[in-house]
Every structure is written in C-alpha cells, then in structure tokens.
C-alpha cells in the first residue's frame, strides 16, 4: 500500500463547474499537506500548503485536511479551462524530510 | 529570478549507452533534489542533497545511477548503462532546506531509451 493515495481520474467537467479532488494517506505523523499543479511538459508548482486541519482558502482554490480520517483534498470553484492540469497531492514527511506525492489526477476543464 | 534549469530537455538514447542529466537549483538554495516521473505518476525522490551532501540516496538504483553536486550548486545525474525501463522524466527542483517549505521544480528532461 502506497503511503500517499490518489483518485487517479482522469476527470473532465464542464466550465464553471465544483471540482473536488481528493487524496488519502496511512502515516499519522505526517503534518504538512500540499497540493501541486503540473501543466503537461512542465514541473509540478505549489498551489496550496496547509499543516493543520480545516479549510484553508485562496481565491477559487480551497484546501481541506482531515487529520482524523488521514484524507485531504482540493475544491476548484468556477472552474476555468485554464486549470485543466494534473493535481498533485503532496504530504512531507517530518522524519525523512522529504515530499511523498500521490499519483496525480488529470483534470480537464471543457469550455 | 531565474528559476530551476535542467539540459537537455529531451533525449533519446539506445539501451546499454550511458546519459547525463544537468541541474542548476535557485540561487540560495541549499536543498536539491532529484526526482523520477512515470507517465501517470507522481514525482519519486531519486535522491537529496543538502549543500554538496547526498543525505537519502536510499531510493537510488546504485548499480547504474549516479550524481553529484560539486560546490554544492549544480548538480548532474548520470544513467550507465540505461534500461528500457528507464524512460520516464526527470525531474530537479531545490528549496532553501528540507524542511517544509515549497519546493521548486524544473521542467524535467524526458527520457527515451530505445
């Protein structure tokens, strides 16, 4: 079992449109959520960076941590073709002092 | 600011011949890491360097990968002999330390061993 899971979509909504993507993971210690967005032929860049659980908001973007039920996720409000992407779900791990990533879902907005 | 540089972007290569990967991290950064992306994967860490320093290599294949970080500026990854099964992209990103912080990536090289 993966330490970091991720709904692998893909997943295609129509503009303006609620998206809602998720990730689980196993290790409890785990304490800084983040979510990347990678354009094809691009790296990953950060999105959103949460470390505590709750809703955390940015603009359209909304990052939600449930230490309880180890599950995160990402809300898109009125989705725009621009945020067709793959989103990454990454959780740092304290003691390895590295980023595990989920697998990544695509997303594609139609306009 | 000039963010994360890799070269080449793209190469082919036939197995058994040998590739070199390029990084050069943001300036100040003393993190850098080295990641492989399998098509419909997320990034997995190759290896971590702190300054000149590789401090996890643990999830780097050793009988045929290898990098560096002279100075402890850029940084090159080498592949000898490549594998089929080494096609993927890879990519570099830095950060100020390992801690938490927001990590940044290049565009990655993509790898194709025919």
């Known amino acids: 079992q993966k330490e970091v899971e991720q709904d692998p979509g893909p997943l295609s909504v129509p503009e303006g449109a609620i998206v809602s993507l998720n990730c689980t993971y196993s290790?409890?210690?785990?304490?800084?959520f983040m979510w990347y967005r990678q354009y094809s032929r691009k790296g990953p860049e950060l999105l959103m960076y949460?470390?505590?659980?709750g809703n955390k908001e940015d603009g359209r973007f909304t990052a939600q941590v449930d230490k309880s039920s180890k599950y995160i996720s990402l809300f898109i409000r009125d989705s725009q073709p621009s945020d067709s992407a793959t989103y990454l779900c990454?959780?740092?791990?304290?003691?390895?002092?590295?980023?595990?990533f989920g697998q990544g879902t695509r997303l594609t907005i139609n306009p | 600011e000039a963010g994360v540089v890799q070269s080449p972007r793209y190469k082919i290569i036939e197995k058994k011949q040998p590739v070199a990967f390029w990084c050069n991290p943001i300036s100040g950064h003393n993190t850098l890491y080295w990641y492989l992306q399998n098509l419909g994967q997320g990034p997995e860490l190759l290896i971590r360097?702190?300054?000149?320093?590789?401090?996890?290599d643990s999830q780097l294949p050793k009988d045929r990968f290898s990098a560096e970080r002279l100075k402890g500026v850029d940084s090159t990854l080498k592949i000898q002999p490549a594998e089929l099964g080494d096609s993927a992209v890879y990519l570099c990103?830095?950060?100020?330390?390992?801690?938490?912080?927001?990590?940044?990536f290049g565009p990655g090289t993509r790898l194709t061993v025919l």
């Open positions: 360097y702190e300054n000149e320093e590789a401090v996890d």
């Open positions: 949460t470390y505590s659980s």
């Open positions: 290790n409890s210690a785990f304490q800084y």
């Open positions: 990454a959780i740092h791990h304290g003691g390895a002092q590295k980023l595990v």
């Open positions: 990103a830095s950060s100020l330390d390992s801690g938490p912080n927001e990590q940044f």
